[in-house]
């Protein structure tokens, strides 16, 4: 089993769609938890820290859920420009990173 | 312009030749790494560093190496590149280690070994 799963997608949506990924994660030692956007080619680009109470930032809502050991984020009013790959990644603490395999989202006109 | 920057950005080489993947950052940040990704697998951690002369295996080290003679650079050496190395690398640096902060990521090094 791997230690972070992403539902690997594609999500096909269109725009002004509302969106969920969700992502698991296996050790629940964990600490911290992220999501990143990929484009395509591209680096990764932090989107949001996922906090214990939940995080809002704009259209974008990020969850945690430790007694499950699953996180989410939710997209609203999707837009042609949230295309991209959404990596779930999880700290162990200080210098270890596990980033999950992505989920593509493909927002359509 | 706070940066990671990574060269080259391309290389095709051929299997067993010596090559070296350079990594610089201006944020004057402690801890830099480096990932290889891998269609399915996402980015696996290959290895980091906490500081200069502080160096340690992720979690596929196997025919690489690392350095960290300066705190800006972080070089990756593939002594005798193989075809299983083909793939795309991330040099990455944060403040503190990745696993409590933000990761700042460089371009991106695509390689292929024939």
């Known amino acids: 089993r791997k230690e972070v799963e992403q539902d690997p997608g594609p999500f096909n949506v269109p725009e002004g769609a509302t969106v969920a990924f969700n992502c698991t994660y296996s050790?629940?030692?964990?600490?911290?938890f992220f999501w990143y956007r990929q484009d395509c080619r591209k680096e990764p680009k932090l989107l949001m820290s996922v906090y214990s109470s939940g995080n809002e930032d704009g259209r974008f809502t990020a969850q945690l859920n430790r007694a499950s050991q699953y996180i989410s984020l939710l997209i609203r009013d999707s837009k042609l420009s949230d295309s991209a790959t959404y990596l779930c990644?999880?700290?162990?603490?200080?210098?270890?990173?596990?980033f999950g395999a992505g989920t593509r989202l493909f927002v359509k006109a | 312009e706070a940066q990671v920057t990574q060269n080259p950005r391309y290389l095709i080489t051929v299997t067993g030749k010596k090559l070296t993947v350079t990594c610089s950052q201006n944020?004057?940040?402690?801890?830099m790494s480096w990932y290889r990704q891998d269609p399915g697998l996402g980015l696996r951690q290959i290895y980091y560093?906490?500081?200069?002369?502080?160096?340690d295996k992720g979690d596929v080290p196997e025919g690489y190496k690392v350095s960290r003679k300066e705190k800006r650079n972080f070089p990756l050496i593939l002594e005798s590149p193989s075809p299983n190395q083909t793939s795309l690398y991330f040099c990455?640096?944060?403040?503190?280690?990745?696993?409590?902060?933000?990761?700042?990521f460089g371009q991106g090094t695509r390689l292929t070994v024939v």
């Open positions: 990644v999880v700290g162990t603490g200080g210098f270890k990173t596990i």
């Open positions: 050790n629940s030692a964990s600490q911290s």
């Open positions: 990455a640096s944060s403040p503190q280690g990745q696993g409590n902060t933000e990761a700042f």
């Open positions: 560093s906490m500081n200069v002369e502080v160096t």
């Open positions: 944020m004057n940040h402690e801890y």
